[in-house]
T-cell receptor, first 115, second 113 residues
Framework: DAKTTQPNSMESNEEEPVHLPCNHS???????IHWYRQLPSQGPEYVIH???SNVNNRMASLAIAEDRKSSTLILHRATLRDAAVYYC????????????????FGKGTLLTVNP | DGGITQSPKYLFRKEGQNVTLSCEQN?????MYWYRQDPGQGLRLIYY???????QKGDIAEGYSVSREKKESFPLTVTSAQKNPTAFYLC????????????FGQGTRLTVV
């Protein structure tokens, strides 16, 4: 399985941008890069995903390196509600004919937002 | 409302008993997943299913069993063979495909005493 590496924790100040890095040096050509976040005692929620090009949505932006071996989740203005564990994962294709789509999480990055 | 529902939210069981956790979705998703989360840890994949009547083991399947008799339902049984069953269990569903997002339930916190 393709693996991702993230810092254990990061800290930010409210209303400042946050750049959350993720390394995925063994990514394959068909793996999509997904980001989820999890608040305490809740299920994770989807944030964003991409393949090769940078992506933007109402929650965040995703910057993908040209060689696809790393990516960065960008929160443009952090709020206290953004304090969570952020997971970078690769959507894994396996099985006969590429029919099994595993969804494997690592330990993520704990983001602390200071008021 | 469309969504994925896990029940119950909290569950207590005596050691040695099997217990079944419920997961239901009305999103018409083909794929469903079960994860275990221990305090301060990430999510570990237990089982996943891409289609009715088919499922695959994840990374920590020992001591667990699942069934997928209906598209909407993917119950997880924690058997007495699971040595450390106390944990937070999360269910998810998605359309099949690498570019699709997954939706998670709110989780079941299982405590075995």
């Amino acid at each position: 399985d393709a693996k991702t590496t993230q810092p254990n924790s990061m800290e930010s100040n409210e209303e400042e941008p946050v750049h959350l890095p993720c390394n995925h040096s063994t990514i394959s050509g068909t793996d999509y890069i997904h980001w989820y976040r999890q608040l305490p005692s809740q299920g994770p929620e989807y944030v964003i995903h991409g393949l090769t090009s940078n992506v933007n949505n109402r929650m965040a932006s995703l910057a993908i390196a040209e060689d696809r071996k790393s990516s960065t989740l960008i929160l443009h203005r952090a709020t206290l509600r953004d304090a969570a564990v952020y997971y970078c994962i690769l959507r894994d294709v396996s099985g006969s004919g590429g029919s099994n789509y595993k969804l494997t999480f690592g330990k993520g990055t704990l983001l602390t937002v200071n008021p | 409302d469309g969504g994925i529902t896990q029940s119950p939210k909290y569950l207590f069981r005596k050691e040695g008993q099997n217990v079944t956790l419920s997961c239901e979705q009305n999103l018409n998703h083909d794929a469903m997943y079960w994860y275990r989360q221990d305090p301060g840890q990430g999510l570990r994949l237990i089982y996943y299913s891409q289609i009715v009547n088919d499922f695959q083991k994840g990374d920590i399947a020992e001591g667990y069993s699942v069934s997928r008799e209906k598209k909407e339902s993917f119950p997880l049984t924690v058997t007495s063979a699971q040595k450390n069953p106390t944990a937070f269990y999360l269910c998810a569903s998605s359309y099949r495909g690498a570019a699709t997002e997954a939706f998670f339930g709110q989780g079941t916190r299982l405590t075995v005493v």
